[in-house]
């Protein structure tokens, strides 16, 4: 049974399918496991756009404990599974008008806070959108200071198609220096508890869905059940349901798994649990490594990085995924986990083909290593839209040189260039040992188009990225050299 809280009241839910989205399920679109259909809460102010998480119309917020404290995050209810609810806090639109006043005082319909700021600064004018605009300004304004995103960052995820974004901007801006005070505030403590009870309650299995509270019931039910589906962040899971059409019979969670949402670091690496979400990875990427945490911000929407997680982008295998090229660059390893047995192997040798890894059926990813080593990591994203969009072309470079400018390492990685996100291992060879002058690069450019065949598709010709990519590593000396590169900044 998922239990999740929905606003202050406990729910139960039983009987509905594990691949349910929380979009159907406030709609009352759901399905039982005997495939009937059901009435559920019909809080029809979330609306579905896109079902791909693209747009923010279906954005809900979740509340969970974090640290001791009560967190709230934007989440794209269309692609959300069911059980990501489990041991949460769900509100929606429904739950903010005559939350901001004392108890006694509330009346019914009163707007919030954020709701006012959008009437005072005309920021509606068909409305669709507006309640996914709502709910991600109530994440922004319940953000603490130093966890506070940028206003364009955090309304990012969400499209509007009339009223234009100034607007909304100014409405986000009037209450960046408001305290919140609404009744989610003031009963964070009985919220805490709350959530505190169900998490004591233990593991869930039954109706397709398994939520396991340790690794040793995750390694465990996957030995059972090796056919069973991971759920991590489900940014992409979901769209199997909602794009593919697919039924997903077994799933099991990986969120609720303590050891696998850690961040551990020593003098020789960081070890990452690879249920870390993009945006719990930031701020200690930003210390080590600044181009993939600014990368990172360029991953999706604020909703996707709330939930997509570093070992879900990782066990996907997408050519195009964004952070294994980086990783790749960085020589991490993974540990993976198949009954009480843990190996570490490099990423380097993960991906054996398109969608296919080196994991065993009942095998999983447990952590990303990364070790702690001097580098000049250069990151390029190449898309369409600078944010919220598909990599082209994703370049990682990551070359040392001593103090008469030889390259003594090298570390070029690709993403959007093969079947598998790919080191340029001749473009490495060649590099490694050369001078960084013009020789030495045309010799690895010719290295890069002899080695890579990229595919034609919608997003490029596979003789614009062969040039990009070697024009990115072109642009990696320039700045390694210490040359002036004129960038023109889409941001």
Do not use: W
Request: aromatic share 6%; charged share 25%; hydrophobic share 35%.
């Amino acid at each position: 049974m998922i239990r999740f809280l929905l606003n202050d009241r406990l729910v139960v839910v039983e009987d509905t399918a594990s691949d349910t989205t929380v979009l159907d399920y406030l709609r009352g679109n759901t399905e039982t496991s005997s495939s009937k259909p059901v009435a559920d809460e019909k809080r029809t102010g979330t609306k579905e756009g896109c079902c791909s998480g693209d747009c923010g119309a279906c954005t809900v917020v979740v509340g969970e404990p974090e640290g001791g404290q009560l967190k709230y995050k934007t989440m794209n209810a269309c692609i959300a599974l069911m059980p990501s609810l489990h041991g949460k806090q769900l509100l929606t639109v429904e739950d903010l008008a005559g939350s901001h006043e004392a108890d006694q005082q509330i009346k019914k319909g009163e707007l919030h806070p954020v709701q006012q700021a959008l009437v005072d600064h005309h920021g509606s004018q068909c409305g669709f959108c507006t309640p996914g605009i709502v709910m991600s300004l109530f994440a922004l304004h319940h953000e603490s200071a130093e966890d506070k995103p940028d206003v364009l960052e955090a309304l990012g995820g969400n499209l509007c198609r009339c009223t234009g974004y100034r607007p909304l901007v100014d409405a986000a801006n009037s209450l960046a220096n408001a305290q919140p005070d609404d009744e989610f505030f003031r009963n964070r403590e009985e919220t805490l508890s709350k959530l505190q009870t169900i998490e004591q309650q233990g593991s869930v299995n039954g109706n397709g869905a398994c939520i396991p509270a340790s690794e040793d019931e995750l390694a465990q039910y996957l030995l059972d059940n090796p056919d069973a589906r991971i759920l991590a962040g489900g940014t992409d899971l979901g769209l199997d349901v909602t794009q593919q059409l697919k039924k997903i019979e077994k799933l099991v969670s990986v969120k609720n798994i303590p050891s696998l949402q850690t961040i551990h670091e020593d003098n020789n690496e960081l070890v990452i649990g690879s249920a870390v979400t993009y945006r719990s990875i930031k701020s200690i990427f930003t210390k080590y490594y600044p181009e993939f945490a600014q990368m990172l911000d360029r991953l999706g929407s604020q909703q996707i990085r709330n939930q997509g997680t570093l070992g879900g982008n990782i066990g996907n295998a997408s050519p195009i995924g964004d952070t294994p090229p980086v990783l790749l660059a960085l020589d991490a390893s993974l540990d993976l986990r198949y009954g009480d047995n843990i190996r570490n192997i490099p990423l380097n040798q993960f991906f054996l083909d398109y969608k296919k890894t080196e994991l065993t059926s009942g095998e999983y990813i447990a952590r990303i290593r990364i070790p702690k080593k001097p580098h000049q990591l250069k990151v390029y994203k190449l898309s369409k839209r600078y944010g919220d969009d598909i990599s082209t072309v994703l370049a990682a470079i990551n070359l040392e040189t001593n103090g008469d400018g030889q390259i003594t390492r090298a570390r070029v990685a690709l993403g959007g260039m093969a079947a598998i996100p790919k080191r340029a291992e001749l473009c490495e060879q060649i590099l490694t040992g050369s001078p960084l002058n013009n020789e030495t690069l045309s010799r690895a450019k010719a290295a890069i188009r002899q080695e890579f065949k990229p595919m034609s598709d919608v997003r490029a010709s596979s003789e614009y990225r062969l040039e990009a990519a070697c024009n990115l590593l072109e642009r990696y000396f320039m700045e390694l050299s210490g040359q002036n590169v004129r960038i023109i900044c889409h941001a």
